[in-house]
């Protein structure tokens, strides 16, 4: 069975990860924007093109990653790739007794921590960036 992507649901989750409220995202997006429309966007499965394009250029986040990242599909790949039965066959194989010192969540919270490394320099790029424009307007 083919999963679905929800469109709405991964702006959401990119939005929450980089620390933007909904508010900031409807004045990123223009003057017809508002919070409440915001919330019903992010309950969309499918977002129009040209909506996706503004959102990516506000959130500075790949078109293709909205229409793309399945968090199921994701954790599944973690979850395969750090398999601890192969650890432990090839362990019991070569002679020996090989146990785990680490959970494979731990793996996935430092993925995650490192990505929020990422989007809070990412962040503080941004903010700079507005602090500088904001002397420029002000001259």
Same mark, same amino acid.
Not at 60 to 74: G, H, L, R, S, T
Not at 79 to 95: C, E, L, P, W
């Given at each position: 069975?083919?999963? &679905? ?15 933007? +409220? ?12 508002? =919070? +409440? &429309? ?14 996706? &394009? ?18 199921? =599909? ?51 790029? +941004? ?7 904001? &002397?420029?307007?002000?001259?």
């Amino acid at each position: 069975m083919e999963q &679905k992507i929800h469109q709405g649901r991964n702006v959401k989750r990119f939005r929450e990860m980089l620390g933007i +409220k909904q508010e900031s995202l409807a004045f990123d997006l223009g003057e017809e924007w508002n =919070q +409440k &429309k915001i919330s019903m966007l992010e309950q969309k499965d499918v977002i129009e093109d040209n909506l996706l &394009k503004q959102i990516s250029d506000a959130l500075k986040i790949p078109v293709q990653a909205f229409q793309n990242f399945d968090e199921e =599909q994701a954790v599944n790949v973690i979850a395969n790739t750090y398999s601890f039965q192969d650890f432990k066959d090839n362990a019991v194989a070569s002679g020996f007794s090989y146990q785990p010192s680490y959970n494979p969540f731990d793996k996935i919270v430092k993925l995650y921590e490192e990505k929020i490394e990422l989007y809070e320099r990412m962040l503080r790029e +941004k903010d700079e960036m507005m602090r500088r424009l904001e &002397k420029l307007i002000d001259k």
